[in-house]
């Protein structure tokens, strides 16, 4: 895996699978996240996985993240799909009512699968 101070990236099978190492995502840690990924994203034809499990805390500002790479990855003809989703943080996708757009799946093979 290669990376950066806020994520890990890396290939599972046909995905992208970004492992987001900073413990919380702020308006400070989400463009360089969302970057890295998104120059990533074209070598695996944009099957993007954005593992969260070491994040504590994600700001306004990484839930936009995750917006704008969807919309990437649609706009791509590719797919998105997170895991690794703490409680806190599925609550917040809940209240943004951003789990109706986002494919969230309990774990990494499930999430590679959805986007493979």
């Known amino acids: 895996m290669s990376g950066a101070m806020f994520v890990e990236i890396g290939r599972t099978g046909p995905a992208l699978v970004g492992r987001v190492v900073s413990s919380k995502v702020t308006e400070r840690e ?20 954005v593992d969260l499990t070491s994040v504590g805390m ?12 969807h919309r990437k990855c649609r706009e791509n003809s590719g797919k998105m799909a997170i895991c690794g989703v703490s409680e806190d943080i599925m609550g917040a996708l809940k209240l943004s009512r951003l789990d109706r757009m986002l494919v969230i799946k309990k774990d990494l093979d499930a999430a590679v699968k959805a986007v493979a």
């Open 58 to 69: 994600l700001a306004s500002a990484g839930l936009g993240m995750l917006v704008t790479l």
């Open 30 to 49: 989400a463009p360089i996240i969302e970057a890295e990924l998104s120059d990533s994203a074209e070598g695996s034809a944009w099957r993007v996985v």
